[in-house]
């Protein structure tokens, strides 16, 4: 298997010297697996993002969809911070536990200026997923 | 036009009491007008939410769409807490402005089961949108 | 309103020219109008294309949506035939009568390299959309 | 593994006689495997769906992933011909070949009023994706 651009660890930080506001230890996220063109992260399990009837916020899931395409855009093409969302899609499968979310991303096309990829969100100790996301990314080009 | 099923006020009654941990005084969303099947919502401006090359973040973008259709979908239906979003599509359309942003949503379909409708994402003070947003809520039945 | 960047009978000719197999007298695909960065075209009713329960495929309605987006980038972009659709997400909204089927295409970004923009789709004498599409469109680029 | 509801013969048959117009020997769509919320289809390749460039045209790959996730509906909750798309977003990656494209769908989430898929479609012989789509159905109740 080809190898990632990034490690895990140098996406972490260079995420927290990017984002020092939103990617910091406690923050609630985190990468837990870097392959090429893929990512697993983590949101820790937090009341505060409860909705009515106890379960975890939509826009959680979809913060975390973001968040994980970002790194798996990293293990592909390396430090990108410029690269921006262009298309983010979302469905929302099933009610999640009172639990933390893991979601794995997975890039389908990695092109000079768009990637595209889909991401998969499961409660921690799940099988089914509860949401399912496609997005793009556009890269910054030179000219 | 058809009267709203719930006023702003007594929309933002309902989801403080629904949502004490996310909507109240000072949360920086706030409901600024409610029409049958439409809703214009605010977001005050925080940089805490700006990302590299100092842009509103995408999630906040998407939290406030989704929060506009939720007020959007209680205009035309009434106190529905439980309805969840089951789709949400967003295109990134330009770069927001270091300004509060204003996201004006309108249902296309108020149906008995699904509620489809789309937001247009604006930063205050400018006419070409920020994002734009479709979204599809599931309403609970009582069969 | 800024002039478009072709006609309707100039893009017309374009397809003809372009797509011969596709595009021509008795298609069933027209275009009805054309403004800078907005189309209106429309479908002919033809039972052949209506599935069970009586109403107009979705396949039809997301070509029809994918033509009018085409046409409307024309409109504001002049002849691009080699620009591609890179993402199409439609809603299907009501079933559609069995009647021609009008769709009004407008773009929300006309940016260097990728076209945003959003179609709702009518069966001709109603009101209530049967469709909404929001599609981009890349455009091939010198470098 | 779970049983399909209904045989890839079974659907076919179904198809025939529901749509007689659109699914018949000669069509271009057949069925190449079922499996419980999963279906295999395939589209003739057809020099007529070609478009400048010569590639396949977009809405051909639209319609065979609409096919495959209706033939993948089929395959988990049996006979619902007037199950229909509520929601159907699609990424173009590549542009195909000169070949017939093979389409796999995939269920992932099988609910009482709502069905949820993705569908990866290929051009025959390759190994990565030409376009992927997520779509959603919407069952017909008794209540």
Redesign the interface.
């Known amino acids: 298997m080809r190898a990632p651009a990034m490690s895990a660890d140098d996406i972490a930080l260079l995420l927290h010297a990017?984002?020092p506001?939103?990617f910091y230890p406690g923050c609630g996220h985190s990468i837990e697996r870097v392959d090429f063109g893929k990512a697993r992260v983590r949101w820790a399990f937090d009341?505060?993002s409860?909705?009515?009837?106890g379960?975890v916020?939509?826009?959680t899931m979809?913060?975390l969809a973001?968040f994980a395409m970002y790194v798996a855009v990293f293990s592909a093409i390396g430090p990108q911070?410029?690269a921006?969302?262009?298309?983010?899609?979302?469905?929302?499968?099933?009610k999640p536990a009172r639990a933390d979310l893991i979601a794995n991303a997975r890039l389908?096309?990695v092109g000079k200026?768009?990637v595209?990829g889909?991401v998969t969100i499961y409660s921690e100790g799940t099988d089914?997923?509860v949401a399912?996301v496609?997005a793009?990314y556009?890269i910054p080009?030179a000219?």
């Open positions: 990017e984002f506001q939103a009341e505060s409860l909705r009515p009837g379960t916020s939509g826009p979809m913060e973001d911070p410029l921006v969302t262009t298309n983010l899609s979302i469905n929302f499968l099933r389908m096309k200026r768009l595209v889909e089914e997923p399912h496609t793009t556009s080009q000219c």
